[in-house]
C-alpha cells in the first residue's frame, strides 16, 4: 500500500524525533577522546542535570531505559537485600521485579491493580512496620507507560520521612521526564532512572541515571557484581566530558539540540502542555463513552492515556484497522491489558493539530471497527483545547 505524508507514532515512546533533532544527530562522528568530544560531553552532561531537577551527578549510558533500572540497582544493593517493588503495571514487573529476582535481591513485590500508583499509606504502613531496617530500597514507577497512571512521588518521600526510615528511593522516570513534572532533590528520591526515547524527544539508545550522595555513599558497600553498569569511572571520566567506554556520539548530538529545545520552551511550559494535551484527550475518551485504566483523577497521566475497549472488541484489532487505514500506529495492551486496552502516547514532540489528528484516527477507528462508542470525543477534546486557550487569552 502506498502511504503518503507523515506516519502518525503515536505510541508512548519512542516518540516522534522533530527534524531539528535528527539533522543536528546527521554529522561526522568525531574522536571520543578528543577536545571537541570533551565540550560536547560536558554540555550534555550539565544540561541533563535541570531535567531531572537535580545539581547532582547524571550518569549517561549507552543503553535503553532497562539498562539504567538494572545500573541503580547493582550500584547501590548487595544479594539478598531485601526491597519493596510496587506492582503498578507491566514495567514495575519487566523493569525491575525481574531483574531485581534475577540479581538475588530479596523481593517483595507489593500487589497493585494496575489501575492506581504506588500508595504513600501502604508505604508508610510497611516501612513502619520493619523496626530493624531491613528494607533497603523502596521502587517505584512514576508513570507507569503500561497504564497511564503516575504514582505521586512527593507524597511517597512524605510518607518514608514520616517512617523515619533510611531506605533508598528508587524511581523510574523512563516516561514521565521532560514531561511530567519530575523533582530528583526535592523529593529526596536517590536513583532516577530515565531512558532518551520519551519526553527528551532522541532515538532510543540512551539511558540515564541522577544519583543522590546517599546513593553514592551506598555504593562504596554495595556488593552485586557490576562491570558494564558501575558508576565510579563513568563518574571519573564525566569529570573531563570522557566516558568510561564508547559513548553513543551521534545521539549526543541529538540530546545536546534537544536540551536547547526544551530550554527555548521551558521546562514548565513543556509540563502545561502535556498536561493540556491529556486533558483533552481525557475528554475525548469520556465523550468517546469509553474508559481509562487510570481510575484516579489524581494519579491521570499526562504523557499517554491508556484506554479499555468494551468486552467482546480485541484493542489490537481496533489498532490494526487505525494502522492499516490512517498510518498511525498505537501503543498495544501489555501483559494482562494485552487485547482489552490500547494507548495514546501524548508526549514528546506534539501539537495541537497533532493531537487532533490523533484524536481523529481513533475515532474514525472506533467506527471502522465496529466499537460502540458515542461520537463527538474528537469535538470534546477541540473544545478542551480552545476553553484553555480562550481563558489564556482573555486573561
Ligand atoms: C516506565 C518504563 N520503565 C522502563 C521501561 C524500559 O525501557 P526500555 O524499553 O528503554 O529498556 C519503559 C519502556 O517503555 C517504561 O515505559
Request: glycine residues 8%.
Given at each position: 500500500m502506498t502511504r503518503t505524508g507523515r506516519h502518525f507514532l503515536q505510541i508512548p515512546g519512542p516518540t516522534n524525533v522533530p527534524d531539528r533533532i535528527l539533522r543536528a544527530m546527521a554529522a561526522p562522528t568525531i574522536d571520543h577522546r578528543g577536545p571537541e568530544f570533551a565540550r560536547l560531553g560536558l554540555e550534555v552532561l550539565e544540561g541533563i542535570r535541570a531535567m531531572f531537577k537535580t545539581r547532582g551527578p547524571v550518569v549517561?549510558?549507552?543503553?535503553?531505559?532497562?539498562?539504567?533500572?538494572?545500573?541503580?540497582?547493582?550500584?547501590?544493593?548487595s544479594a539478598g537485600d531485601r526491597v519493596l517493588i510496587f506492582e503498578t503495571g507491566w514495567f514495575s514487573h519487566i523493569a525491575w521485579r525481574q531483574p531485581a529476582e534475577r540479581l538475588e535481591l530479596n523481593?517483595?513485590?507489593?500487589?497493585?491493580?494496575?489501575?492506581?500508583?504506588?500508595?504513600?499509606?501502604?508505604?508508610?504502613?510497611?516501612l513502619s512496620a520493619d523496626k530493624q531496617h531491613t528494607i533497603k530500597a523502596v521502587v517505584v514507577v512514576h508513570n507507569e507507560t503500561s497504564t497511564g497512571v503516575t504514582s505521586r512521588i512527593?507524597?511517597?518521600?512524605?510518607?518514608?520521612?514520616?517512617?523515619?526510615?533510611?531506605?533508598?528511593?528508587?524511581?523510574?522516570?523512563?516516561?514521565?521526564?521532560?514531561?511530567?513534572?519530575y523533582c530528583h532533590d526535592e523529593w529526596e528520591v536517590d536513583v532516577s532512572a530515565a531512558g532518551s526515547q520519551k519526553g527528551l524527544m532522541v532515538p532510543p539508545g540512551?539511558?540515564?541515571?541522577?544519583?543522590?550522595?546517599?546513593?553514592l555513599a551506598a555504593g562504596k558497600t554495595a556488593k552485586l557484581p557490576k562491570a558494564y553498569w558501575d558508576w565510579e569511572p563513568m563518574l571519573k571520566n564525566n569529570q573531563s566530558g570522557f566516558f568510561a567506554y564508547t559513548p553513543a556520539t551521534n545521539l549526543l548530538y541529538g540530546l545536546r539540540e534537544a536540551l536547547n529545545m526544551l530550554r527555548?520552551?521551558?521546562?514548565?511550559?513543556?509540563?502545561r502542555r502535556h498536561a493540556r494535551h491529556g486533558e483533552a484527550t481525557r475528554a475525548a475518551v469520556r465523550a468517546w463513552g469509553l474508559e481509562l485504566v487510570c481510575e484516579d483523577p489524581l494519579e491521570y497521566s499526562n504523557s499517554l492515556s491508556a484506554v479499555f475497549t468494551p468486552d467482546g472488541h480485541n484493542a489490537d484489532r481496533l489498532r490494526d484497522i487505525i494502522l492499516e487505514h490512517f498510518d498511525m500506529s498505537l501503543g498495544t495492551g501489555l501483559g494482562k491489558l494485552a487485547g482489552k486496552a490500547f494507548r495514546i502516547g501524548h508526549l514528546g514532540a506534539f501539537n495541537d493539530l497533532m493531537l487532533a489528528?490523533?484524536?481523529?484516527?481513533?475515532?474514525?477507528?472506533?467506527?471502522?471497527?465496529?466499537?460502540?462508542?458515542?461520537?463527538?470525543?474528537?469535538?470534546?477534546?477541540?473544545?478542551?483545547?480552545?476553553?484553555?486557550?480562550?481563558?489564556?487569552?482573555?486573561?
Amino acid at each position: 500500500m502506498t502511504r503518503t505524508g507523515r506516519h502518525f507514532l503515536q505510541i508512548p515512546g519512542p516518540t516522534n524525533v522533530p527534524d531539528r533533532i535528527l539533522r543536528a544527530m546527521a554529522a561526522p562522528t568525531i574522536d571520543h577522546r578528543g577536545p571537541e568530544f570533551a565540550r560536547l560531553g560536558l554540555e550534555v552532561l550539565e544540561g541533563i542535570r535541570a531535567m531531572f531537577k537535580t545539581r547532582g551527578p547524571v550518569v549517561m549510558y549507552p543503553a535503553s531505559g532497562t539498562g539504567a533500572c538494572e545500573a541503580a540497582l547493582v550500584n547501590t544493593l548487595s544479594a539478598g537485600d531485601r526491597v519493596l517493588i510496587f506492582e503498578t503495571g507491566w514495567f514495575s514487573h519487566i523493569a525491575w521485579r525481574q531483574p531485581a529476582e534475577r540479581l538475588e535481591l530479596n523481593v517483595e513485590y507489593v500487589p497493585g491493580t494496575w489501575r492506581r500508583g504506588a500508595s504513600p499509606e501502604e508505604i508508610e504502613a510497611r516501612l513502619s512496620a520493619d523496626k530493624q531496617h531491613t528494607i533497603k530500597a523502596v521502587v517505584v514507577v512514576h508513570n507507569e507507560t503500561s497504564t497511564g497512571v503516575t504514582s505521586r512521588i512527593a507524597e511517597i518521600r512524605r510518607a518514608m520521612n514520616r517512617a523515619r526510615h533510611p531506605a533508598l528511593l528508587l524511581v523510574d522516570t523512563v516516561s514521565s521526564l521532560a514531561s511530567i513534572d519530575y523533582c530528583h532533590d526535592e523529593w529526596e528520591v536517590d536513583v532516577s532512572a530515565a531512558g532518551s526515547q520519551k519526553g527528551l524527544m532522541v532515538p532510543p539508545g540512551l539511558s540515564f541515571n541522577a544519583i543522590s550522595e546517599k546513593a553514592l555513599a551506598a555504593g562504596k558497600t554495595a556488593k552485586l557484581p557490576k562491570a558494564y553498569w558501575d558508576w565510579e569511572p563513568m563518574l571519573k571520566n564525566n569529570q573531563s566530558g570522557f566516558f568510561a567506554y564508547t559513548p553513543a556520539t551521534n545521539l549526543l548530538y541529538g540530546l545536546r539540540e534537544a536540551l536547547n529545545m526544551l530550554r527555548e520552551e521551558g521546562l514548565e511550559n513543556v509540563f502545561r502542555r502535556h498536561a493540556r494535551h491529556g486533558e483533552a484527550t481525557r475528554a475525548a475518551v469520556r465523550a468517546w463513552g469509553l474508559e481509562l485504566v487510570c481510575e484516579d483523577p489524581l494519579e491521570y497521566s499526562n504523557s499517554l492515556s491508556a484506554v479499555f475497549t468494551p468486552d467482546g472488541h480485541n484493542a489490537d484489532r481496533l489498532r490494526d484497522i487505525i494502522l492499516e487505514h490512517f498510518d498511525m500506529s498505537l501503543g498495544t495492551g501489555l501483559g494482562k491489558l494485552a487485547g482489552k486496552a490500547f494507548r495514546i502516547g501524548h508526549l514528546g514532540a506534539f501539537n495541537d493539530l497533532m493531537l487532533a489528528g490523533t484524536l481523529a484516527g481513533v475515532e474514525m477507528g472506533l467506527r471502522l471497527a465496529g466499537v460502540p462508542y458515542r461520537q463527538g470525543g474528537v469535538m470534546a477534546a477541540l473544545n478542551t483545547l480552545t476553553a484553555v486557550e480562550t481563558a489564556t487569552l482573555v486573561r
